[in-house]
Each structure stands twice: as structure tokens, then as C-alpha cells.
């Protein structure tokens, strides 16, 4: 009788998978092939938001796409096209690869904290886009943010003393009353925008990005994530 039950099992779970199977290769092709020099030219600058748009929609709803990670590591051995990259901050509750539901290959993610523009990160985004292709810069801030605390405290430690000065201005370019504190939620809230704000804007600024630009092969945007919902919001 055992033996019997499990035979049916097995068969039952046999059947389950090659359902699967069948529904798996249209996946695979669509949202799991990695990206070529072929493909990321076909991306406009819109699609490439709205991708992403669309992937944080899945990780919001608990739906992400499952691949064969092992698989996109051998397919993007000999070279990399990602049609986007992102500016976020070093926070771990926000990486940019599994908020915006994306694989191997599909972004490039400059990190640091406090999502701040400097000559570095600068200099990388113009190998992401005018070298290596991508069409879609996202600058993504978030809520909480330990570093837009810092700054608004005007916190002061090693090296990290001279990163905070950097997202002071954007607390300057907001009204408040008073002493600005870190337990102003609302304040972090705004300054944390602003900083987005202000560097997008500073992105905009750079020769070699407002040329993309203007050609319409590029487009830099800003976004908050909440890190209460893992909801991204368009600035």
C-alpha cells in the first residue's frame, strides 16, 4: 500500500514538472536570457524605466522572477551590456539588484553611503553609459538613511566626516525651524529627497552625460525607496 502511495507521488510530482517545464522556456527567453550589445541597443531609454519599474512591481508583490543564476555567470563570461545603472546608498536593506528584481548582468550598481555624486562615481556612470552602453541612470535614495542622519546632525567621524559634507547642501536647500535633528523624520525625509534631487542634477550637469542626453540615448532619473514596504517612488 506504501509502495503503491509513493509510486502515485512520484507520478504526481513528475506530472507538476513537466507542466512547469513547459511554461519555463518562454520565461527563460524573455526575462531570463542576459543582456547582449544587440539587445541593450534595442532598449530605449524609457523601456529601460519602465523595466525597472516593473521589477520593483514584482518584488513588491512578492512575484520575482527565479533563473539559473549559474547559467548567466557562463553566459556573461566573455563581456557585460546592462541597459541601466544605479547610484544607491551602501544601506543593506536596499540592494539595488533584488529591489529592482534583476540578475546577472542586467545593471550596473555604484554604491555608497548616502547615494552621493562624486568624481568617482561620476567617472564610473560614464563608462556605464558612453563606453559600456547602458541607457537609464537611476539615482535611488531611501528612507532612514543612516548617512542623511549624519548629515543633518552634522555628525563628525574619520573619513566619513568629509562624505556628510557633501550631502550637507541639500539640508540647506530645505526649510525647517529650529535645530535640525536626526529625530525629525520629516526632515530626514525631505533632505534625503533633495540629495536624489541634486544629484540628478549634478549628473545632468556632466558633459559627457548631457551629450547622451540630448541625443535621447540616455535618461537619469531620481527614486526614493521605503524601506518599511520596499516600494520605490519616482522624483
Known sequence: MQNKFHRRRVLQVAACAAAGAIAAPALARSDCAVFTRETQGQVSPAAALKRLQEGNARFVAGETIHCDLRRQVAETAGGQAPFAAVVGCIDSRV??????????????????????VNDDIL???????????ARLIVVLGHSECGAVKGAVDDAKLGH????????????????????????????????????????????????????????????????????????????
Open 95 to 116: 540592494p539595488p539588484e533584488l529591489v529592482f528584481d534583476q540578475r546577472i548582468g542586467d545593471i550596473f550598481a555604484a554604491r555608497v553611503a548616502g547615494n552621493i
Open 123 to 133: 567617472g564610473s556612470l560614464e563608462f556605464a553609459t558612453q563606453l559600456a552602453g
Open 160 to 235: 566619513l566626516t568629509g562624505l556628510l559634507a557633501q550631502i550637507r547642501p541639500a539640508l540647506a536647500g530645505v526649510e525647517y525651524r529650529g535645530v535640525p535633528s536626526s529625530k525629525d523624520k520629516a526632515l530626514v525625509q525631505r533632505v534625503a529627497e533633495r540629495n536624489v534631487q541634486d544629484a540628478v542634477k549634478k549628473l545632468a550637469r556632466a558633459p559627457v552625460l548631457a551629450g547622451q542626453v540630448g541625443e535621447g540615448r540616455l535618461l537619469i532619473v531620481g527614486a526614493m525607496h521605503d524601506v518599511a514596504t520596499g516600494k520605490i517612488g519616482w522624483l
